[in-house]
């Protein structure tokens, strides 16, 4: 059983910087793409940055170019998105997710959270003014 657990979202002031962190367990994920999405009260998930576990090539949303880095460690299982720069319009629950990554390279699919079958329970990401 596929299983994501999130960590490292918290309060931080503009410009300030975190890591957030996503422990993956249950299979092998050489087949398959992570990526991170965030969403706010009324709002749809949107993409914010993905990276294919195998090869790791790196994908991100406009906004979050430059300021965002998405990287993975294979021994831990773990992906990780190191948010530096971060303005108040950032502030959203940011969940990680798993895909197959045949079709990553199209940004339909990697940015269509409804063809992610994997979730994390979210992390609150507060940044304040």
């Known amino acids: 059983q596929v299983q994501l657990v999130e960590s490292g979202g918290g309060l931080v002031q503009a410009g300030g910087s975190l890591r957030l962190s996503c422990a993956a367990s249950g299979r092998s994920f050489s087949s398959y793409a992570m990526a991170w999405f965030c969403q706010v009260p009324g709002k749809e998930r949107e993409f914010v940055a993905g990276?294919?576990?195998?090869?790791?090539?790196?994908y991100y949303a406009d906004s979050v170019k430059g300021r965002f880095t998405i990287s993975r460690d294979n021994a831990k299982n773990t992906v990780y998105l190191q948010m530096n720069s971060l303005k108040p319009e950032d502030t959203a629950v940011y969940y990680c997710?798993?895909?197959?990554?045949?079709?990553?390279?199209?940004?339909?699919?990697?940015?269509?959270?409804?063809?992610?079958?994997?979730w994390g329970q979210g992390t609150q990401v507060t940044v304040s003014s």
């Open positions: 990276i294919r576990w195998s090869g790791g090539s790196t």
């Open positions: 997710a798993l895909t197959l990554s045949r079709y990553y390279s199209d940004n339909y699919y990697r940015s269509n959270y409804e063809l992610y079958d994997h």
